[in-house]
């Protein structure tokens, strides 16, 4: 996955944003990204290996919510 970057304004409303491209992210953004959207105070940890050809695999995380 290769980072992509953009900027947003303050009056750039939820319907204008482009999609999710959930496709081309790490499987557990799916589980803190929408904590994020959501304003929703979370810790959590993901740890990653490498396999013999470098690449980055998923070795084991968690996500915990956070008491306001």
Not at 26 to 52: A, H, M, N, S, Y
């Amino acid at each position: 996955m290769r980072p992509e970057w953009f900027s947003l304004s303050p009056t750039d409303n939820q319907e204008d944003l482009p999609p999710v491209p959930w496709d081309q992210m790490w499987d557990t953004d799916r589980l803190w990204i929408p904590l994020v959207q959501e304003d929703q105070p979370f810790r959590g940890r993901v740890d990653f290996d490498k396999d013999e050809k470098g690449a980055f695999l998923l070795r084991k995380w968690w996500y915990g919510l956070l008491e306001e």
